[in-house]
């Protein structure tokens, strides 16, 4: 499909910026897919040193696949992270989530010394909040913390398994309750209120994290700098 080329695009784009002997953080979702297989063939068409730190079991498998060797935020320091988007406003905030990986990929996406953003020009939005914000809960706080999130106005959803019964359970053991809220117009303000509610160990709001975003749309690739 188009988003798929224009994905592919950014994939490559950003897999082009990748340099010898780099330590590289790499995303999760269907548009990071394509800038981890772009990277595996460079690595192995120009005989690259790299290694990748994945930020969910998804990414993991897929560096495998594409013959990535992998390390940890044990080992090493991050030089530049990529990763996707589900949406990106004009500050260059986001929200992410969409694939339940949001919690490894905040730690790695802002340990990097550059964080790299590839979208399709779908998620450019004006105001961040047409999509839910995913907030990852410790399964015992189901109840309050769907309440909290009522009571400061949002609408929270358990997600669900799609070929699984019941809740999606993230790599980290833990439930998504995705939350919409009317145009967040203050993304630093609402991201801290998440974090501190009891039961919450992170949320989808990243905020003055991104150094570059590089989007695809049909006339071409733009890149935004911070
Ligand atoms: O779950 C995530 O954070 C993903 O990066 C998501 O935000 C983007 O996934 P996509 O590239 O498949 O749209």
């Given at each position: 499909?188009?988003?798929?080329?224009?994905?592919?695009?950014?994939?490559?784009?950003?897999?082009?910026?990748?340099?010898?002997?780099?330590?590289?953080?790499?995303?999760?979702?269907?548009?990071?897919?394509?800038?981890?297989?772009?990277?595996?063939?460079?690595?192995?068409?120009?005989?690259?040193?790299?290694?990748?730190?994945?930020?969910?079991?998804?990414?993991?498998?897929?560096?495998?696949?594409?013959?990535?060797?992998?390390?940890?935020?044990?080992?090493?320091?991050?030089?530049?992270?990529?990763?996707?988007a589900?949406e990106v406003?004009?500050?260059?905030?986001?929200?992410?989530?969409?694939?339940?990986?949001?919690?490894?990929?905040?730690?790695?996406?802002?340990?990097?010394?550059?964080?790299?953003?590839?979208v399709?020009?779908s998620k450019m939005?004006?105001?961040?909040?047409?999509?839910?914000?995913?907030?990852?809960?410790?399964?015992?706080?189901?109840?309050?913390?769907?309440?909290?999130?009522?009571?400061?106005?949002?609408?929270?959803?358990?997600?669900?398994?799609?070929?699984?019964?019941?809740?999606?359970?993230?790599?980290?053991?833990?439930?998504?309750?995705?939350?919409?809220?009317?145009?967040?117009?203050?993304?630093?303000?609402?991201?801290?209120?998440?974090?501190?509610?009891?039961?919450?160990?992170?949320?989808?709001?990243?905020?003055?994290?991104?150094?570059?975003?590089?989007?695809?749309?049909?006339?071409?690739?733009?890149?935004?700098?911070?």
């Amino acid at each position: 499909s188009n988003k798929n080329i224009l994905k592919d695009n950014v994939g490559k784009k950003a897999a082009d910026l990748i340099k010898d002997g780099q330590i590289v953080g790499l995303g999760t979702g269907s548009t990071t897919h394509y800038f981890i297989r772009h990277l595996g063939e460079r690595i192995k068409n120009e005989d690259l040193n790299i290694l990748g730190i994945p930020t969910s079991y998804q990414s993991l498998i897929i560096a495998r696949e594409a013959g990535i060797n992998t390390t940890t935020l044990d080992e090493y320091d991050i030089d530049i992270a990529v990763d996707g988007a589900d949406e990106v406003n004009q500050n260059l905030d986001l929200i992410k989530g969409g694939g339940a990986a949001h919690t490894l990929e905040k730690l790695v996406d802002s340990s990097a010394k550059e964080f790299v953003v590839i979208v399709d020009d779908s998620k450019m939005v004006r105001d961040l909040g047409e999509f839910p914000v995913p907030v990852e809960i410790i399964p015992e706080a189901l109840r309050v913390v769907k309440k909290s999130l009522i009571d400061m106005g949002g609408k929270p959803e358990l997600r669900m398994g799609v070929q699984k019964d019941g809740p999606v359970i993230t790599d980290n053991g833990n439930f998504i309750l995705d939350t919409k809220f009317e145009k967040i117009r203050n993304p630093q303000k609402l991201e801290k209120e998440l974090n501190i509610l009891p039961g919450v160990l992170e949320n989808g709001i990243f905020t003055d994290l991104v150094d570059k975003v590089i989007v695809g749309s049909p006339s071409g690739i733009k890149e935004i700098d911070r």
